[in-house]
């Protein structure tokens, strides 16, 4: 079974992701914590789902358009319904990329709230 596609959870994620990286950028700077890789990684995810979020934006405003066209202008319809089904592609695609990519993501999370560094991986601080 695929993984759902929801939209406005994957905005609420890029949201989190935004804070934590922020807050990991500002940890970094008063404290000899080295967060490059796991800054790097929260940046990368909140790019991916804020491009992610933009299509989706964008796919709701032609869908819109494409409502106030008259039944008549069948030609500007389906122009339309071809950009709308290309960037609907782009979104499956970016967000199998988000999916292959969450383990990642959620590893560095973990070590992050847990106040572990970049070389300690999380299953070791747990034993200790």
């Known amino acids: 079974m695929g993984a759902l596609y929801a939209p406005e959870r994957l905005h609420d994620v890029r949201l989190a992701v935004k804070k934590l990286r922020y807050t990991s950028e500002l940890v970094a700077e008063v404290t000899p914590r080295r967060l490059d890789t796991d800054i790097a990684t929260l940046k990368g995810a909140q790019d991916l789902l804020g491009r992610l979020h933009d ?6 405003r032609a869908r819109e358009v ?11 319809w389906r122009s339309l319904d071809s950009v709308v089904s290309f960037l609907e592609q782009g979104c499956r695609q970016l ?6 990519e969450r383990t990642g993501l959620i590893a560095v999370t973990s070590r992050l709230v847990s106040g572990g560094s970049e070389s300690e991986p999380v299953a070791e601080r747990a034993v200790s």
Request: proline share 4%.
């Open 55 to 60: 299509l989706e934006m964008l796919i709701g």
């Open 66 to 76: 494409q409502a106030s066209f008259p039944l008549s202008d069948l030609v500007k």
């Open 95 to 100: 967000h199998a990329r988000y999916v292959r």
